[in-house]
């Protein structure tokens, strides 16, 4: 076996390199990892985060006001109730899951800040938990269009009003 001058290593891909960075290249490389995740990768979570929870709010409170117009939960059938039921709870799981990816992007904030490595298991968490909260948050939608149009295509029942007086047919 040939062995290589220390000024070269050849890797198994064959890529030829000079020899092997000083350390103070390699803390620089470091350093600019930590600057770039709080200037992008942080800044652009957070915010993200940030108007998921705020749009996901939105539409449940809008849902829970409107409810009436939508699909007259008084009068509706159980399956359309347990849907519109079902959607505000993907909607509050929602709220949750961007509250705790919030969190955990603040805390990768804060490891990158000090230069601790474990930021990035932080913000991979944070990027999981916005991934998962968004597929619950279009289920939510897809399950509240759902009780909207079984709701919609109900048949509707005789709305005869009791304190109507009664007709009087005359012959």
Known sequence: MRKLPNAYLVLATGFVLTAPASAQTISFV???LYDNFLKY????TKDLAKSF???TSAILVFSLTFAEKIVDFQKSSLRIKSLMLA????FIITISLAGLSICFIALAGGSAAY???VYLDQATSA???LVVAGAIFVLGLLTL??????SAFAPKPNTISSDAPPAVHKS
């Open 53 to 55: 929870l705020t749009l």
């Open 30 to 32: 470091s350093e600019a």
């Open 87 to 90: 959607a505000w709870g993907m």
């Open 41 to 44: 990768d942080y800044a652009e």
């Open 145 to 150: 269009v759902i009780a909207a149009g079984l």
């Open 127 to 129: 990027w999981m938990l």
């Open 115 to 117: 230069r601790q490595p």
